[in-house]
């Protein structure tokens, strides 16, 4: 059996680690976060110093006022999962050159089911938004 030989690139994975789970992380992302829109989307995050490692921490949210069906709104958090993950990079690489930890929250604004395109666009744009921002 052959081995693939090591890459330089970082993987595209999205750890349990990467993903925002402390309530108390997440009050205070929203109650002191900074915001930022991408139609379908509003980015929510939050800069701080780096206690260890710089790392940025995600969390998505649909609204179950806009989607009523949990496979749509759980379709939709799979999406912006996905785009996110292969656009993760180009983030974490301008957090790590400032030694910055970031909470970023997706909070999804439109009542339709969009596809990845329409959603991948809007993350590469609301990231762009965000690297200026920081």
């Known amino acids: 059996m052959e081995t693939k030989p090591p890459t330089a690139e970082p993987a595209n994975t999205l750890r349990k680690s990467e993903r925002l789970r402390l309530q108390r992380s997440i009050e205070q992302l929203y ?7 991408s139609f379908p989307f509003k980015l929510i995050y939050l800069c701080t110093e780096a206690a260890g490692q710089p790392s940025v921490s995600i969390i998505t ?12 709104r759980n379709y939709i958090k799979r999406r912006i999962r996905e785009s996110y993950r292969l656009r993760k990079h180009a983030l974490a690489a301008h ?3 400032g030694n910055r930890s970031l909470c970023i929250s997706f909070m999804y604004l439109t009542k339709e089911k969009l596809p990845f395109r329409t959603i991948d666009a809007a993350i590469a744009k609301g990231l ?7």
Do not use: E
């Open 31 to 37: 109650k002191q976060g900074q915001s930022v829109r």
């Open 61 to 72: 949210a649909v609204s179950k006022r806009n989607l009523r069906r949990a496979n749509a």
């Open 95 to 97: 957090i790590a050159d």
């Open 128 to 134: 762009a938004l965000l690297i200026r921002k920081l």
